[in-house]
């Protein structure tokens, strides 16, 4: 069976649903708020590299940008933001109808792994970026879930 990954078109696949999620944040109020005050010019690049090394591709994102523990201090340090999680992972939801990846089960699994990440690892510090320890790696995502 081929990975999640593969499955969601690979680092192609991935950079067009990162793009589309992009747009879609970019056009929500709420979410958009988290990038009002700007974001990498290569943010979209950035969001499907990691993406694709969760899911079982090549490690591009830990060799060019950086681990888990960079990433997590971006979003760490803001609080709780139970709306805005939800409705990132709405805007995900229509992303993957944009990006042409609605064909279950592979939906499924990318809504499930987005959903995972945005309540978990990505809130898991809500008081201060620097409660998030160093060292930590990108968790990875299969078919079955998150892997040991």
Do not use: K
Request: some cysteine; overall charge negative.
């Amino acid at each position: 069976m081929s990975s999640v990954y593969e499955a969601a078109g690979g680092a192609e696949g991935l950079l067009h649903l990162a793009g589309a999620w992009h747009r879609r944040v970019m056009d929500d109020e709420v979410v958009g708020h988290a990038f009002s005050h700007g974001f990498h010019p290569r943010h979209t690049e950035r969001l499907a590299a990691y993406w694709g090394e969760a899911l079982g591709g090549p490690a591009t994102y830990s060799e060019r940008y950086g681990d888990e523990t960079s990433v997590v201090r971006m979003h760490s340090g803001n609080g709780a933001h139970e709306e805005m999680d939800r409705r990132a992972i709405a805007c995900f939801d229509q992303a993957l109808a944009d990006a042409g990846l609605s064909a279950e089960p592979l939906r499924g699994v990318l809504h499930d792994y987005f959903a995972w990440a945005t309540t978990t690892t990505m809130a898991r510090y809500p008081e201060s970026a620097d409660d998030v320890p160093a060292g930590l790696s990108i968790p990875r995502w299969n078919w079955d879930g998150p892997q040991a």
